[in-house]
Structure formats: structure tokens, C-alpha cells
């Protein structure tokens, strides 16, 4: 009867704007839902903060919450990738309120911002979720992509028999001011890919800032005369202290395991059959590894099927599929 009159009472809400003041009881809902949609979202306040303080992301304007202050139930989102024309549409319920019309209230409050913010077409991801599938069909969004969440267990440094890098390469660690270099990078190696929307230098600089992620987390591939010809840049993803973690290290129980992602990687058109591809991809896997990961994940739109070839010799297998859908926006 409780969880009934609460679902009322969510349904009846308005989806109001997003306030500095959200920021922890978001973070508790969003570990409640757990792992949805297309976005891992950041595991604690600290670093939810880094990421909704990037650039793009302006949350008062674009994000949505339902319920009281101190317990969030609901949330609506519309990131804006202007230069390639969309938005990108993320939802997430309270578990025991999720149901198929809560949620399509949600996306539609989620599309009408993208339309506010002149978006000619709206991506939105599933995980397989009923209650979203539903949702996704009767708005009429339609397939457009399927992309692969791949995972590598207990990796070593050796964990996927690196090969060497080529001859006439050699790899170096980031460096503090290479946010330009990197945003070049970006976004000639991935133009033309689908969904992918070019970044600018500002938000790279505000990405390199947020935990886990900085210069020291990207490796740089350079041919002899010192220009760039590769990269693979990594995540590590350190337990946040929380009353749960001291209660339980107090009593004897481990740690919480480290986490490793492979946010982006890539060679340069003009290197590309040089073999760099899979001696990247390794360097990446023994730097996590030698950081302490557990585990190491990454993403790949399943076209992609040179990049997939090199992360299943490595070692990667599929353990989730996301498919996404689009609108199209009048």
C-alpha cells in the first residue's frame, strides 16, 4: 500500500530543474537505480560533481529531478551535442516506482528540453530494461545502433600478451598541457563515427580535471619525428570513502576493487595497418592493471569491427548490449 501511494504521488510530480543543493541525494538515487541506460554514471558525489560541472552538461538548464530534497525518486536528462544536431536523452527511476508511463513522462520532459535546446534528433540508449523498451516504442523512437559493453577480468600487466610497439614508434605518458593535442586527436580519429560528437578544448581540460582521468591516465604514441600517431586514454575509479566502507574495512572485510576503463582509443588516419591499434590497446590494459584495476571495461558500437577484432584478442568479452534508438525532433 505504501509503495502504491508512493507511485501516485511520483506520478503527479512535476520534474523540476536540478539544484546545486541535489547533489548528494542524486548521487544516493543514482546508486540505488544502479548501472541503466548508456552513461556510467560517476559512483560518488566528488565525481559526480567533476562531471556535471563540465562544460556541455549545465544541469539547471538541463537536467530534471522528482521527489523530495533529502530522497530523490526520478530523474530527466537532455545532454546537447548541438554540433552534430542532437541530444542525448537519459532517464532513471527509483526501482520499485519504475513503471512503463512514469518513464515515458520523464523521456517526454527529457525531449521537450532537447527541443528547447534545437536539437533535430533525440538518441536514447536501452539495456534491455521492459519498463524502458516499453517506453522507447510508444514515443516511437526506432533502432539506429547496437553498441557492446566488453570487460576483462583479473588482468595482468602482461594480461593481453602486449605486443611491442612497431618500429619507428615510440610511447610516452601524457602531459599536463596536452589538452589540445588530445582534442585534435579526438576528433580526427573519430569523425565521421557514428554518434560521436567532436569536443572542443575546453571540455577536455574540464575531462583531464575530474578524478581518475588526468594526463597521467593517457598514453601517447609518437613516430620519430615526435608527431603523434595514437592514443588510448584510461579511467581508474577509486572507492569513495563512505560510512559503509569505514563499517565494513573496520571489520576485516577487503577493500572495494578497483575499476578500470579504456574511455577512448585510437590511431590516426595516417597510421592506420601500422599494427598500433592492438599495441595500444595492451599498453592501456598493463597501465590499469599496474594502477591496481580489477577489472577493466570499455565500449564499441558493434560496426566497429577492426576495433572489435582488437579488443577480443585481447582478451575483452561482451557482457552487456545497448541498443540505441532515435527520434527525430519537429
Not at 65 to 91: H, K, M, S, W
Not at 147 to 152: Q, T
Not at 296 to 314: D, F, G, M, S, W
Request: with cysteine.
Amino acid at each position: 500500500m505504501y509503495q502504491a501511494r508512493q507511485a501516485a504521488r511520483v506520478h503527479n510530480h512535476h520534474a523540476r530543474p536540478y539544484t546545486a543543493q541535489d547533489l548528494e541525494p542524486f548521487a544516493a538515487l543514482l546508486q540505488r537505480i544502479g548501472p541503466h541506460g548508456h552513461l556510467d554514471w560517476p559512483a560518488s558525489p566528488r565525481e559526480l560533481k567533476a562531471y556535471l560541472d563540465a562544460p556541455r552538461v549545465q544541469p539547471r538548464q538541463n537536467l530534471f529531478v522528482t521527489g523530495q530534497r533529502c530522497r530523490l525518486t526520478a530523474y530527466a536528462f537532455a545532454y546537447p551535442e548541438l554540433n552534430i544536431d542532437r541530444a542525448v536523452i537519459g532517464v532513471g527511476v527509483e526501482p520499485e516506482l519504475a513503471d512503463t508511463n512514469l518513464t515515458r513522462q520523464l523521456i517526454d520532459r527529457a525531449l521537450d528540453r532537447a527541443r528547447e535546446q534545437g536539437a533535430k534528433v533525440a538518441h536514447l540508449a536501452d539495456d534491455k530494461n521492459p519498463t524502458r523498451t516499453n517506453a522507447i516504442r510508444q514515443i516511437g523512437f526506432k533502432p539506429v545502433a547496437r553498441m557492446l559493453r566488453m570487460s576483462l577480468s583479473n588482468p595482468s600487466p602482461d594480461a593481453s600478451k602486449p605486443s611491442p610497439i612497431p618500429n619507428g614508434f615510440s610511447l610516452r605518458r601524457g602531459k599536463q598541457d596536452e589538452a589540445t593535442l588530445l582534442t585534435s586527436m579526438q576528433n580526427e580519429v573519430f569523425e565521421g563515427s557514428w554518434g560521436y560528437s567532436p569536443n572542443s578544448v575546453e571540455e577536455v581540460e574540464a575531462r583531464l580535471r575530474m578524478p581518475g582521468t588526468g594526463p597521467e591516465n593517457l598514453l601517447i604514441v609518437e613516430d620519430d619525428h615526435g608527431r603523434a600517431a595514437a592514443f588510448n586514454w584510461t579511467r581508474i575509479a577509486p572507492p569513495e570513502p563512505t560510512p559503509d566502507t569505514h563499517a565494513n574495512t573496520s571489520q576485516g572485510n577487503p577493500e572495494p576493487e578497483l575499476i578500470g576503463y579504456i574511455q577512448m582509443t585510437g590511431v590516426l588516419p595516417d597510421y592506420r595497418g601500422a599494427g598500433l591499434g592492438s599495441s595500444t590497446v595492451a599498453a592501456g590494459v598493463a597501465q590499469l592493471a599496474n594502477a591496481g584495476a580489477k577489472e577493466i571495461h570499455l565500449e564499441v558500437i558493434q560496426a566497429n569491427k577492426p576495433a572489435l577484432h582488437i579488443y577480443t584478442r585481447a582478451g575483452f568479452k561482451t557482457h552487456q548490449i545497448i541498443d540505441w534508438y532515435e527520434l527525430a525532433l519537429a
